[in-house]
């Protein structure tokens, strides 16, 4: 479990290559704390794959926000209901059909889209007339 902030700690310690800034360095020591620690195991895969979420946010590289995400994406988030249906003793179709659902309408709002969010600011054009074709064009 050490080897991962050992490689994370070496990388960043190494003096940084002239072709190579600061933060790519940052990412090349969180790339080799998380492979350390995927291919020995040491952590379960699902703590390992939170360390992206946590570690870029506290060493300054990019912001909460833009770590976060990627972890919005239904695709990745739907494994998490999956898991959460099991621990709950439920069917996972349960919480997933629900997750799949709310993600596809999602282009029906307002502002999910900036094409969207134009046709919405002009007025011109009313939830009704865009809801109902985009409710159907999902089948």
């Known amino acids: ?3 991962g902030p050992a490689l994370f700690a ?3 310690l190494l003096p940084t290559p002239t072709d190579l800034t600061p933060q790519a360095q940052h990412l090349v ?7 350390a620690w995927w291919i020995t195991e040491a952590v379960s ?13 506290v060493m300054g590289l990019m912001k909460p926000e833009a770590a976060a995400a990627p972890y919005a994406d239904p695709n990745v988030f739907l494994p ?3 898991a959460t249906a099991k621990a709950l003793d439920i069917h996972p179709y349960l919480l997933m059909l629900s997750a799949t659902l709310a993600a596809s ?3 029906m709002l307002p502002v999910a889209t900036p094409p969207n969010a134009v046709a919405f600011a002009s ?10 074709p985009g409710w159907w064009s999902m089948y």
């Open 105 to 107: 309408c999602g282009f």
């Open 29 to 35: 020591a969180l790339i080799a704390f998380m492979a």
């Open 80 to 82: 998490v209901l999956a």
């Open 123 to 132: 007025a011109m054009s009313r939830r009704r007339k865009r809801c109902g």
């Open 10 to 12: 070496v990388v960043l």
């Open 1 to 3: 479990m050490a080897l």
């Open 45 to 57: 895969f699902a703590a390992t794959s939170l360390v992206p979420l946590v570690l870029p946010a």
